[in-house]
């Protein structure tokens, strides 16, 4: 079509109700023409107003009002769509012309539920509760399957959702692969041929058996039945970082904000890969980016607090926002549990150390390995010196890793996490097999940014091993590549304590201060 539409997250973060200048608006998502509009409901009755600006004089192009049963609103949404290409003489194909005609469910109840879903999968980037947001989502989009067995996009999210719990480790077993095959199926099943099914096969490739290859496949032909699909160039990006290729992940990242110029999800993770390389100016300034959008937003204020913390080992900025925080909202604990625990252990206080743990959820922490919450309380024992507290929580974490490990047998990250604990339990020679053989499942060939984290954490293993001269080898080989090890992490975390006398662990660390800290 001769249409670029804006995707719907960018406008999303336009409040309704609140004075907005529709040029600025028009030149921030780099558009001529603006549609906007409100819904209000009565009973079963629904009124619709609706108006097209010319942003670039200010100029009304048309507005309409509609008042019909609830039941018609999807059939009200394709008027306004046909109305708005007839008065910008947009030429439109067929199958286009079938799209917007097309309602996606019969149900608006359903509609409501996957809405939800949708919102809670876009909170995902940065939240430590993201196992329990995702799972959360999967019983909404059941239910709205449940009224509408037909609902073809929620049958898209689904698959995708359960792709993500998969993917990340937080139920890497058959059983949810089988899940995810499943909801493909049906998926496949109602629109074999539609970009979006293309789309979701990308997804369950990557996510699923990182078989980039055919997932680029899938994604070319997505990318022909919809060229101004954001999430086409955004998959794109990610599947690019993951095998290494730094410079095209920026290109598709850059492309897809063009067309999603307000996506807040997107700016986090363009900051995530400043984060692997270190670059961690760029990386506050992506943030600063996205707090402009949406100034509240907790996690992505702690991770602009975590910058100084990884960047200049200043815990200060992290401390504080989670303080303050937490003060204005202490149901927040739960979301900020993991970086609480992380600042706490880098100050060395024991008092914050415990009460970031009392707030780590019963499922543990998802922010770069998923850790067992047994995990942590070893890791506060063993920072408070309590050796006999340590060794029982690690043995209950082992015992929880090991059955997670039998049922996740070719995943990398579960064995690393298996060895840590391990080596806290003086497990050297079962501590070392299971580091290696992470690696071997998981190379920065196949993955390189779960394979950095794992040899970051055999770095880690070594170290509690006392395999020093091992450890530092390790650590040079970690700031290499791309990766999350920090000047920060090095200098202030008891993971590397037993090499603190060591003086080429020292110049390490003295190598990787910032050289120039910003005033």
Known sequence: ADLKVISRTSVNSYAAGTARNLREIAESLGVAYVLEGSVRQAGKKVRITAQLTDARTDTRLWAETYERDSGEVFAIQSEIVQRTISQ???NVSEKEKAAIAERPTKDLAAYGLYIRAKALIATISLNAQINEKLREAIQLLEQAIARDPDFYLAYCELSATHDYLYFFGLDHT??????????LKAVVRLRPDAGETHLARANFFYRCYLDYDHARTELGLAQRALPNNSEIFELTGYMDRRQGLWNESARSLQRALELDPRNFFMLQQIALSYQEFRQFGAMAAALERALKLIPRDVDTRVTRALVDLEWKADPRPLDEIVRKTLAEDPAKAPDLAAQWFYVALCKR????????LAAIPASGTSVDLNFPRSWCEGLAARARGDAAAAQAAFLAARAEVEKTVREQSDYGPGFTVLGLIDAGLGRK?????EGLHAVELLPITKDSIDGAEVMKYLGVIYAWCDEKDLAIQQITATLQIPSTLSYGNLKLHPYWDRLRDEPRFKKIVADLAPKKPEK
């Open 349 to 356: 206080d024991p008092v914050a150390v415990a009460q970031a």
């Open 174 to 183: 058959p059983d949810r692969l089988a899940r995810a095959n499943a909801a």
């Open 429 to 433: 020679e079962e501590a070392l097999r």
């Open 88 to 90: 910008l003489r947009a």
